[in-house]
């Protein structure tokens, strides 16, 4: 029988690393920055044209509004938090699946595997059957 392994994807933190990081941060909080100025103007849009129904529309906008908000805070965290952590340390960036085939008699693995990536390049597997 074939069956999927959760396997965790880590990078290793360097400077090269950091600044991708850090600009791909910094790309989305400018993109829910624009979201945020759209939805501004949508809203207006919408209360000039639906004079009656004012209070709906911008209970509407309002949630859009604070769930970027929220998305945007927690960027911003993890900004300062990217600024703190030293190079060498191992970040978990994601995780994947891999196709094993277990049979009667298999030792099962409790732990998932890892896989360590440096500068775009798998540096390690961790684990094993």
Do not use: C
Not at 63 to 77: A, D, F, N, T, Y
Request: proline share 2%; no cysteine.
């Amino acid at each position: 029988m074939q069956i999927f392994r959760k396997v965790i994807v880590k990078q290793v933190l360097t400077e090269q690393t950091k600044q991708k990081l850090r600009a791909s941060f910094e790309h989305k909080l400018q993109k829910l920055e624009r979201e945020q100025e759209q939805l501004a103007f949508e809203q207006r849009k919408m209360e000039r044209n639906y004079k009656d129904k004012k209070q709906l529309v911008q209970q509407q906008f309002d949630k859009q509004v604070s769930m970027r908000e929220e998305q945007m805070k927690r960027l911003k965290i993890q900004l300062e938090q990217l600024d703190k952590l030293p190079l060498g340390y191992e970040l978990k960036t994601g995780e994947t699946k891999e196709l094993v085939t277990v049979e009667v008699g298999t030792p099962w693995m409790d732990s998932p595997k890892e896989i360590i990536i440096k500068n775009d390049e798998v540096l390690e597997i961790r684990g094993g059957e």
